[in-house]
């Protein structure tokens, strides 16, 4: 829905710095958010409401919705009171009092019941229905919004799981809790544990979880901007996954509740192009027979990196940017565009002035759509940073490479071989100079060993043996007499 005035929320955003995505997405709200499940679903419209410009209120509407759908009285909350900033005149701007506190008394109830019963569950000493009543306890606080209380609860049933397949559901929902408390390195922790069960054709379940653990782990390591690893885990993932219908409540590979098929190849598309070169991108991912499933999804992220591959940064570049809105508006995504759009462009720029020794920033300019002014700010931020090997003249204009000194590299060399030279001359005359001393220490295995009549050399060129040692007969060690 696109605004004629845009709200004041939106000017004090952008000026204490938060993002502000001004542009008209590509994605329909209503079906982009039809593929998630769960905590997910308002977590991604709420970011979109408070983000975009064009979508705020459909999407703070349908956050609203989906607030008062559950039961996390927080959520509700703070979906009223952005609303209540970007369309004070709007009736859904003030809150519902009443319905607040039926919300809370009902989370009350439903919140002792399940107390209540897991204690005569543990008084009953059976060790499934502690499971279960754990488990339900663990999915009402997460559904709630308490995140902290969920973890302790789902942690709770290890002690009462009585099979594998059981530590394997424990885990996969601590994976879900910690990827909404954002504790990235729990994440990898409890991803461990589960593919340390793969091994065995006794865990099925762990099999079956197969492609949400790659798309889990990869979705920390991309968290914590290690591009590369999350790169390698997402083009990886089990092709099972692509299949998935989201939209299916009793699909088991679907992931909806953290995120889907697009999503994989979406991170994982941007990840290899930020991190891989491009033999890698060919090898890798386009010709990866897990990732071509999810790549089919997302046709334009095939595209810009085929067009990286042949050297085309500029229209590789130019369908990135062509998105970047829809990223923005990505609850993971969002914290990680800046740098991944960083690495590819600066990559973009290495890759192009490979072959050249000067380059005027014009020709940049061009080969990157943008302006002489932008291109100049990159270039001295790539160099500063160490990443460009390069010189800019300010006077012509232009990127000049480095160029190596032929004659001093070659002196550098002789020096270097001369010095090592010299070290092996020294290290022989040293050696000759123990010999002709008799300071050589020869092995037991020389000498036919301690008890086969073998002797130590000594310094004067006699010897003993083992014998000599066990003899007493008052013989000394250095002359053997």
Same mark, same amino acid.
């Given at each position: 829905?696109?605004?004629?005035?845009?709200?004041?929320?939106?000017?004090?955003?952008?000026?204490?710095?938060?993002?502000?995505?001004?542009?008209?997405?590509?994605?329909?709200?209503?079906? #982009?958010?039809?593929? #998630?499940?769960?905590?997910?679903?308002?977590?991604?419209?709420?970011?979109?409401?408070?983000?975009?410009? #064009?979508?705020?209120?459909?999407?703070? %509407?349908?956050?609203?919705?989906?607030?008062?759908?559950?039961?996390?009285?927080?959520?509700?909350?703070?979906?009223?009171?952005? *609303?209540?900033?970007?369309?004070?005149?709007?009736?859904?701007?003030?809150?519902?009092?009443?319905?607040?506190?039926?919300?809370?008394?009902?989370?009350?109830?439903?919140?002792?019941?399940?107390?209540?019963?897991?204690?005569?569950?543990?008084?009953?000493?059976?060790?499934?229905?502690?499971?279960?009543?754990?488990?339900?306890?663990?999915?009402?606080?997460?559904?709630?919004?308490?995140?902290?209380?969920?973890? &302790?609860?789902?942690?709770?049933?290890?002690?009462?799981?009585?099979?594998?397949?059981?530590?394997?559901?424990?885990?996969?929902?601590?994976?879900?809790?910690?990827?909404?408390?954002?504790?990235?390195?729990?994440?990898?922790?409890?991803?461990?544990?589960?593919?340390?069960?793969?091994?065995?054709?006794?865990?099925?379940?762990?099999?079956?979880?197969?492609?949400?653990?790659?798309?889990?782990?990869?979705?920390?390591?991309?968290?914590?901007?290690?591009?590369?690893?999350?790169?390698?885990?997402?083009?990886?993932?089990?092709?099972?996954?692509?299949?998935?219908?989201?939209?299916?409540?009793?699909?088991?590979?679907?992931?909806?509740?953290?995120?889907?098929?697009?999503?994989?190849? +979406?991170?994982?598309?941007?990840?290899?192009?930020?991190?891989?070169?491009?033999?890698?991108?060919?090898?890798?991912?386009?010709?990866?027979?897990?990732?071509?499933?999810?790549?089919?999804?997302?046709?334009?992220?095939?595209?810009?990196?085929?067009? @990286?591959?042949?050297?085309?940064?500029?229209?590789?570049?130019? +369908?990135?940017?062509?998105?970047?809105?829809?990223? *923005?508006?990505?609850?993971?995504?969002?914290?990680?565009?800046?740098?991944? #759009?960083?690495?590819?462009?600066?990559?973009?720029?290495?890759?192009?002035?490979?072959?050249?020794?000067?380059?005027?920033? &014009?020709?940049?300019?061009?080969? @990157?759509?943008?302006?002489?002014?932008?291109?100049?700010?990159?270039?001295?931020?790539?160099?500063?940073?160490?990443?460009?090997?390069?010189? *800019?003249?300010?006077?012509?204009?232009?990127?000049?490479?480095?160029?190596?000194?032929?004659?001093?590299?070659?002196?550098? %060399?002789? *020096?270097?071989?001369?010095?090592?030279?010299?070290?092996?001359?020294?290290?022989?005359?040293?050696?000759?100079?123990?010999?002709?001393?008799?300071?050589?220490?020869?092995?037991? %295995?020389?000498?036919?060993?301690?008890?086969?009549?073998?002797?130590?050399?000594?310094?004067?060129?006699?010897?003993?043996?083992?014998?000599?040692?066990?003899?007493?007969?008052?013989?000394?060690?250095?002359?053997?007499?």
């Amino acid at each position: 829905m696109s605004a004629l005035r845009e709200p004041s929320y939106f000017i004090k955003a952008r000026r204490a710095g938060r993002v502000v995505v001004d542009e008209p997405p590509k994605l329909d709200l209503e079906a #982009y958010i039809a593929n #998630y499940k769960g905590r997910t679903r308002f977590e991604r419209l709420y970011l979109i409401g408070s983000t975009s410009s #064009y979508l705020y209120l459909d999407a703070l %509407k349908a956050a609203l919705a989906e607030a008062k759908r559950g039961g996390d009285v927080q959520q509700y909350e703070a979906a009223v009171a952005a *609303l209540s900033d970007l369309a004070p005149n709007d009736p859904d701007a003030a809150p519902d009092q009443d319905f607040v506190e039926k919300m809370r008394k009902q989370v009350k109830i439903d919140t002792d019941k399940m107390e209540t019963e897991l204690k005569l569950y543990k008084n009953n000493l059976i060790k499934e229905s502690i499971r279960m009543g754990f488990d339900d306890l663990g999915q009402h606080y997460h559904r709630i919004g308490d995140l902290s209380k969920s973890q &302790k609860a789902y942690s709770q049933m290890r002690d009462v799981c009585t099979t594998p397949s059981h530590v394997v559901l424990m885990n996969m929902k601590l994976i879900n809790v910690s990827i909404d408390q954002r504790q990235w390195f729990a994440v990898q922790n409890h991803v461990s544990r589960v593919r340390g069960l793969l091994g065995s054709d006794k865990q099925p379940e762990a099999v079956r979880n197969k492609a949400k653990l790659s798309a889990a782990n990869a979705l920390s390591m991309m968290m914590q901007s290690d591009f590369k690893g999350a790169a390698q885990e997402f083009i990886t993932a089990d092709p099972r996954m692509a299949r998935a219908r989201p939209d299916d409540p009793n699909d088991e590979e679907s992931y909806s509740e953290v995120l889907t098929p697009n999503d994989v190849a +979406i991170y994982g598309g941007l990840c290899a192009i930020a991190s891989m070169d491009r033999d890698e991108l060919q090898r890798k991912v386009l010709e990866s027979a897990e990732f071509r499933d999810y790549l089919e999804l997302e046709p334009h992220i095939r595209r810009a990196i085929s067009h @990286f591959i042949n050297g085309n940064y500029s229209a590789c570049l130019s +369908i990135l940017d062509s998105y970047k809105p829809d990223y *923005l508006l990505d609850i993971y995504l969002q914290s990680q565009v800046p740098k991944i #759009y960083y690495e590819v462009r600066s990559k973009a720029i290495r890759q192009y002035f490979i072959p050249f020794s000067c380059v005027t920033f &014009k020709a940049l300019a061009q080969a @990157f759509n943008t302006d002489e002014g932008t291109i100049e700010v990159e270039l001295t931020q790539l160099i500063k940073a160490g990443d460009l090997e390069a010189r *800019l003249d300010l006077v012509d204009r232009k990127l000049l490479a480095k160029q190596n000194n032929a004659r001093a590299e070659v002196l550098n %060399k002789a *020096l270097a071989e001369a010095k090592e030279y010299e070290r092996t001359l020294h290290l022989r005359l040293l050696r000759m100079a123990i010999l002709n001393a008799g300071l050589e220490v020869k092995s037991a %295995k020389e000498k036919g060993g301690l008890g086969g009549g073998g002797g130590f050399g000594g310094q004067d060129g006699g010897g003993y043996n083992g014998a000599d040692l066990l003899s007493g007969d008052g013989r000394t060690l250095r002359s053997g007499r």
